[in-house]
Structure formats: C-alpha cells, structure tokens
C-alpha cells in the first residue's frame, strides 16, 4: 500500500472527551467546532495554510480579544479529516494513504490549501500523493471507497471518475502483460529467506481475477465502472461473468436456489432488504450483455425467478423473459420449472411465463429463417443446420416440460394444446416424448371427452413413434380405438418396408451364387439364414394384418351398434305424447 509521511514534530494534540487540545503550553484563542468535537488551536498555524480560514478569522475578529469561535460543520470527512488538517499546520507527523487521502484532498480544497498559502501545501500534497495511487490496482479501489464518504466534492474534483478510469484501463489491460501475480488467499506478501521464497506461490492469472476486489463497491460506482470497461472494449463474456459475481454476492434471493452452501454463506453476512435487492437485480439486468450466448441461460432463469419472487418491475421480467427466449436451446428442463408465486394460481408452475419464452424463441426462430434466401452458401447452409438442431432441442425440451406438468389436474387442455402445436412438425424427428406427454395428461385427466382425447393425438405423428413406444401405444387403453389402429397400420407398414428391403438383399445374394462355388455355397448358407428370418417376419406381419382386422371388425361393430341406438332415440323422440300415454295405459298380454 503506498504511504506518504508528513510533518516531523511529535504528537502535540491530546483527546479529552469531545475535545481537541494542543499541548504546547500556549493557551487557545481559536476554537473550531465540527458537530460534536470542538478543537482548541492557535489563529496563526491555521491562517498560514488556510484561506478559508484566514477570511473566516478576519470577519468574526472580536475587539475584546476574546477567544474566536468557528463553525466548520460542512468540511469534507467531518472532525477526522480536520483532525490530520491540524496536524499538517502543525508540522505534526502522520501519514498519508489510500484511505484517508480522498478526504484530505476534499477538506484541502475546501479550506483553500493552496500554494498561495505556503509551499507544498495540502492540496499538491495530497493530489501529488492522488497520483501515485492511481497508479496501484489495489490503493486505487481503497480510495474509491472511501469517495462515498465525500461524494458530492469528489466529484467535483473528479476524483470518482479518474479512480474508474484507472481501474477500467487496468482490467482490460492483458493481465499477462503486465505480470501482476495473484496469491492464494489474497496473501501478496511472500517471505524470503536467504533469497528463496517460502511464502505462497503465486497463481497464474484468469480473467476473472479482478471480479472479487471490484465487488465491494456500491451499486453506483459498481455501474460505472462496468459502463467504463465496457467502452474500453472489454469482451462480454467477462462483463457477464462480474455481473453474475456480483448479483451471487448481494442477491441472496438467487443463492437459496442453488444449494444448502449458499444458503448458510448468505445468510452469515448482513442480508440486504427486498427494496435493495430488487433495486441491484434490475440494474444487473439492463448492464448484462445483449449478445446471445455470452450469458448462461440458467442464470438468466434464476434472475427470472428471483425477480418473480422480489416482484421486479414488468419491464424487468419482459427483459429476461426475452434474454431466456433468444437462447432457449440452451436451457435445461430444471430450471424452467418456475414456480407460481400467489394465492390466485392454478397450477403448480408457471406455463403462461414458459409460454411466453416459447413463442419469443419460434418469432425469433420464424424471423431468421424469412431472412435466409433460397439459395444459400456453405456458410448459411451451417447457419440452417445450426436453426435446425436448435429447435429441435427446444422441441424435446417442449417435450419434456409438458410431460413433466402433465399431471397437474388444474392444467387445462387448451393450454397442453397450444404448448404442444407450438412446435412445427419437422422440428419432432421422433414423437416418443409427445407420446409420453400425452399419455401422462390422459392418466392425470380421465375426465377428458373423446373429442377432446382425439384432438389431442392428432398432435403427435404415429409415424414417428419407436417400436417401443408403437408397442406400448398399440395395448394403451387410454387412446381412442382410432389412434390404436392407426399405431397398428403404421407399425405393419414398417414391417413391410423392412421385408422388402430383406426380399431385395436376397434376391442379390443368389444372383451372387452362380459366381463362384466356394463363395456360393457360403452366401447361400447365409441367404437360408436371412430366408429364416424373412419367415419369421411373415408370420410377425400375418398375426399383425389378423390382429388390425379384427380391430377393424369391433371398430365398425361399435359404429353400427352405436348408429342403431341414435335411430331408435331419434323415433322415439317422434313420437307423440298422446300415443306414448296410451303406450303407458295399454294392459300387458301375459
């Protein structure tokens, strides 16, 4: 830490109370006041240095000769910094460092320390010192801490902006350059003994290495400096990673979701009110980085979630839900679990907010893919593959949210309906997880009409089921009749295409056989093994064709039966209620 010694007397003030007195001997015939401590000096020490005070002296001179009285109340740093002002008149020694040297240089230049006023004044001292300070990474943050105690004047000295303007120039300098180690442990003071180091080795540098000595700042000089090195061309992805340090720091809201570590960490320290918090997620919110990808989508998802929970500005949750949306192909199903906060909800977690990220991804999704022309080039050919696979991602993580939701019974089919056809078929290659879905909703909601249980297959395609799921769907009780035999048509149409693939390869094998006797007799070996198969395949197809036509026969069966019965309710709804009385009356014939 740098440290500037003045003065070269010996201590020549004493505290008594509330009181400063000087030990000269001499008696007092000036007293300042600062709040509640009162200073007992000499007129001439002080009038030398200070034109503030040497004008103040002059209009309040009494004729009498009576001790003068000053009232000093608004002097930058209070009694503490006019305390080492005092010393510096005196010629008393004291240091000068980073702590305490913001306040010095304010209470200098309000009390008109200046070269006028003797040589090598207070107010070049200090600035002088100011300089060096400057020049250190780790000084340079103490001073700037201490600028909120003297706001207004360091301002207006430009204190503030030259101790961001250095720390901005060194973060986005290459730390490689300028080989500052950093020690485990925060210790930079290695011992050395007989010129060998014992003390802690020093770790190479990352790029994270100044996110934890700039978090101590406030929340406003915080801001500035991620604005000032961001206009110095700091990547976003380090921009991103303070930000994310920082709200993990003073949001301790986001750190009980994460783990039982976090939660005993933030609570240990002094917690912030909701107001503050709020106040920091919201500003974190507009300083994180617009490029897609630089910042985790689970972190954005945790921002979303916590500012549900701090009730945030609507402005501030449309922000994110929009940040998670661009790139939702990178979330994971746990996050996008929200929870509904409230007592007036309905279901468990939040499908309107995941609605909302869904239709923010496919505008973005549908935009990109308007602009791209017809004919592309290799390098947009990989942009498509790329839109390609990412919604496809979004469409197994669709998938996967609405079977995870499915069993709550306050989700309501439209809702199910609309998630699900939100997805455009191509972007479902395999339809196994829709499947799922569905059949979870169907168990979960038995009460659901047959129209409505129709409606809401026909958003999967039974093309694209396995065999495993065509297996499972062809004996599930909880599809309509049609879906099953449509599974079942399906499922025999792919055997088919399988058997002919099998017919031709065959059929290749013999033609094979006349070319050589050794080779011959070794494929037909082989092609009366496939021919096993084959077989075995024919019979798999015929118990198939019999098991779908005996469907067919119950499903017309059922059709007729139920014809017949809306005939007989319709004649008997014709009827007269005259006839349907003597209906009534008439005498049974045993």
């Not at 961001?230 to 930000?243: F, K, T, V």
């Not at 939040?350 to 004919?375: E, G, V």
Request: glycine residues 4%; contains cysteine; negative net charge.
């Amino acid at each position: 830490m740098a440290l500037l010694k003045l003065g070269s007397k010996s201590e020549a003030f004493c505290c008594e109370g509330h009181a400063w007195r000087c030990k000269s001997g001499l008696p007092s015939d000036i007293t300042i006041e600062i709040g509640e401590m009162s200073f007992y000096l000499h007129k001439f020490p002080l009038l030398s240095r200070s034109g503030l005070l040497e004008k103040l002296m002059n209009e309040s001179t009494k004729e009498d000769g009576s001790t003068c009285t000053l009232q000093l109340s608004d002097i930058p740093g209070g009694a503490k910094a006019f305390e080492l002002v005092a010393k510096f008149c005196y010629g008393v020694r004291f240091e000068l460092t980073p702590l305490n040297v913001v306040a010095l240089r304010c209470a200098s230049e309000y009390l008109q320390m200046t070269n006028e006023y003797g040589e090598e004044n207070l107010v070049s001292q200090s600035e002088s010192f100011l300089n060096d300070v400057f020049s250190n990474w780790t000084d340079t943050i103490k001073a700037l801490e201490t600028c909120e105690e003297v706001l207004s004047y360091a301002e207006e000295l430009h204190i503030v902006s030259r101790c961001i303007n250095s720390l901005a120039m060194k973060s986005c300098s290459d730390s490689k350059l300028l080989n500052w180690p950093v020690m485990e442990n925060g210790n930079d003071n290695a011992d050395v003994w007989n010129g060998i180091s014992t003390g802690t080795k020093p770790m190479p540098m990352t790029d994270d290495w100044w996110y934890e000595d700039v978090s101590f700042l406030s929340l406003p000089l915080y801001k500035r400096l991620i604005q000032a090195v961001d206009a110095g061309g700091m990547r976003p992805e380090n921009i991103s990673g303070a930000l994310v340090f920082y709200a993990k720091k003073y949001v301790p809201l986001m750190n009980r979701q994460s783990s039982f570590k976090d939660v005993t960490h933030a609570k240990s320290g002094s917690t912030p009110s909701e107001a503050d918090q709020r106040a920091l997620l919201e500003e974190i919110v507009e300083l994180l980085p617009k490029q897609k990808g630089v910042t985790e989508t689970r972190f954005f998802l945790r921002l979303l979630r916590t500012a549900m929970m701090l009730q945030a500005s609507p402005s501030c949750r449309v922000n994110l839900e929009g940040r998670v949306g661009l790139q939702l192909d990178q979330a994971i199903l746990d996050d996008l679990l929200i929870p509904n906060i409230g007592y007036t909800v309905e279901t468990l977690y939040d499908i309107d907010c995941f609605q909302r990220i869904l239709d923010h991804f496919l505008l973005i999704d549908q935009a990109s893919a308007a602009a791209s022309p017809c004919i592309m080039e290799e390098n947009q050919l990989i942009e498509g593959s790329q839109s390609l696979a990412s919604i496809t991602r979004v469409a197994n993580l669709v998938d996967s949210y609405l079977a995870e939701v499915a069993p709550d019974v306050n989700f309501k089919f439209p809702k199910f309906q609309t998630l699900a056809s939100a997805i455009p078929e191509y972007a479902r290659p395999v339809s196994d997880g829709l499947y799922r879905a569905i059949d979870i909703y169907l168990k979960a909601h038995p009460w659901l009409t047959d129209i409505e249980k129709e409606q809401i297959c026909r958003l999967m395609n039974c093309q694209k089921l396995s065999l495993e799921a065509s297996t499972h769907a062809a004996q599930n009780e909880r599809l309509p009749l049609r879906v099953i035999v449509q599974v079942l048509f399906f499922e025999q149409l792919r055997l088919r295409t399988s058997i002919s693939g099998w017919f031709f390869v065959s059929e290749n094998l013999e033609n094979s056989q006349t070319l050589s006797g050794e080779i011959g007799e070794r494929e037909g070996n082989a092609a009366r093994g496939r021919g096993r198969s084959v077989e075995d395949m024919r019979e798999r197809v015929s118990e198939l064709e019999k098991e779908c036509n005996n469907m067919k026969e119950e499903f017309q069966k059922m059709v007729k039966t139920k014809r017949r019965w809306n005939i007989f309710c319709r004649r008997r709804s014709q009827c007269k209620p005259s006839e349907d009385a003597a209906c009534h009356t008439a005498p049974k014939i045993h």
